[in-house]
């Protein structure tokens, strides 16, 4: 079922109450209606992620008002030029081999790209993202590129029914986070920490996040 404009509208001024004012709310569009995602924005909602390029690629065309779309699946290189014709921001950027791919398929197009290293912080097998000890060498040769620019970390913690147990996850991706910005790196400019989803973003706000993907908790279940 589409979830009602009204509706969607209330839960994003309810949730818009209980969060500070710095951390931003990024519609988590996956299997949305561009009616749908047109209500989040006109209830204030600037950004927009998707998890597949293809369905970014039919709803961004449609999008009858400005916002800025983040990748935030995973991201596969032979699908890395599409992205960057269609992708504002890359929040999952998780291996070298992605992130030359995508330098070079930006290069083509002239066009800078905002891109977030996604931090496998449960350290979780068969997972996407980088574990943390990884994350060092790509935040280096990140610095010496010319269209890629890393503002931030993006992490989703092992998926659990409770919250609290993303918490030691949050921290130590903020601490990671932190670190890197202490180093003041060439091109390298840390503001956007992305964590936290609709049943764990007052934890991950407690702990550091300024960027919370919400898809349920604006939009209904999915698939019902
Ligand atoms: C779907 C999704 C979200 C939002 O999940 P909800 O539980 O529906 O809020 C956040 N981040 C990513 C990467 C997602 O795929």
């Not at 986070?177 to 049943?199: A, D, F, K, T, W």
């Amino acid at each position: 079922m589409v979830a009602a404009v009204d509706e969607i509208k209330q839960r994003i001024e309810q949730i818009r109450k209980e969060i500070p004012e710095g951390v931003e709310i990024l519609g988590a569009s996956k299997t949305r209606t561009i009616d749908e995602v047109r209500a989040a924005h006109a209830a204030g909602l600037f950004s927009f992620g998707h998890n597949y390029v293809q369905e970014a690629r039919a709803m961004i065309p449609l999008a009858d008002f400005d916002a800025k779309w983040h990748m935030i699946g995973h991201l596969q290189r032979n699908k890395a030029r599409l992205a960057v014709e269609l992708f504002d921001v890359v929040e999952t950027l998780d291996s070298l081999r992605l992130a030359k791919e995508l330098e070079k398929r930006c290069a083509e197009i002239e066009k800078e790209m905002p891109v977030l290293i996604e931090v496998n912080s449960g350290r979780e097998e068969n997972k996407t993202g980088l574990v943390p000890e990884e994350v060092g060498s790509l935040v280096e040769w990140l610095s010496g590129q010319t269209y890629l620019h890393l503002v931030g970390l993006m992490t989703m913690g092992p998926l659990t029914g409770d919250p609290e147990l993303s918490r030691p996850y949050y921290i130590e991706t903020r601490r990671l986070y932190e670190e890197i910005q202490r180093q003041r790196l060439p091109n390298i400019e840390m503001r956007v920490l992305s964590m936290g989803m609709s049943n764990s973003y007052k934890v991950a706000i407690e702990e550091g996040a300024n960027l919370v993907r919400l898809g349920t908790l604006i939009f209904g279940l999915r698939g019902s």
